[in-house]
């Protein structure tokens, strides 16, 4: 593989790496670990999609597909015969992955006002779900790992990360109990965890 594809891995490791302890901004040990999970799949998938093809390669063999044509390494590309299949996936991808980082910035900036002013944030998009930030991450797992472009390992990853940090919100709600007490808890009764309501949707079009 050129070398100028893995200047490019590169990058594109160090920016979304970036973006992933900015957001997410990991605290505990614990915290770290689970991030390290996704720390893990960013760094497998870019390597694979600027560098080596391992997916395309393994599954060409394993099924006798032709190794001379791999499209770019990209498996819609492979599976459809045609690069038009992988522009879609890309199309699509991306915008799965622009609405799950808005969901992670606007939670962020929400959060952060609500930590310095020391209250419960219950406005914005944490009026439809406790936790948009590990929403927001798993809707751009889901859209640039699966949808767009799709890896063994990012296929095996994604659970894995949506197990870790349901066990992270889990704990954090606990936390959240015990400094706000009742307030937490009605709030808790009435937002979802991690996919809006669609009564929510309707009673704010109201």
Same mark, same amino acid.
């Given at each position: 593989m050129h070398l100028g594809m893995w200047g490019l891995a590169a990058i594109a490791i160090v920016i979304v790496s970036w973006l992933l302890y900015r957001y997410l901004a990991p605290h505990t040990?614990?915290?770290w670990a689970r991030a390290g999970v996704?720390? @893990?799949f960013i760094i497998a998938f870019y @390597?694979?999609?600027y560098g080596f093809p391992l997916t395309i390669y393994f599954l060409a063999r394993f099924f006798g597909l032709d190794l001379a044509w791999t499209q770019g390494g990209n498996l819609w590309a492979q599976l459809f015969g045609t690069p038009m299949a992988h522009l879609v996936a890309m199309t699509i991808g991306y915008a799965i992955v622009f609405g799950g980082a808005?969901?992670?910035a606007d939670g962020w900036r929400r959060v952060y006002q609500a930590r310095r002013d020391g209250r419960l944030v219950t406005d914005g998009v944490y009026a439809r779900v406790r936790h948009p930030q590990y929403t927001g991450l798993f809707i751009i797992i889901f859209g640039e790992g699966i949808v767009h472009w799709p890896t063994i390992f990012s296929v095996i990853a994604f659970p894995v990360i949506v197990f870790a940090y349901v066990q992270l919100a889990r704990k954090e709600e606990r936390q959240m109990t015990e400094k706000f007490g009742d307030a937490y808890l009605e709030y808790q009764r009435n937002v979802p965890m991690f996919i809006p309501r *669609? *009564?929510?949707f309707s009673q704010q079009e109201e």
């Open positions: 040990w614990k915290e996704v720390q @893990a @390597a694979e999609m808005t969901l992670v *669609r *009564r929510i």
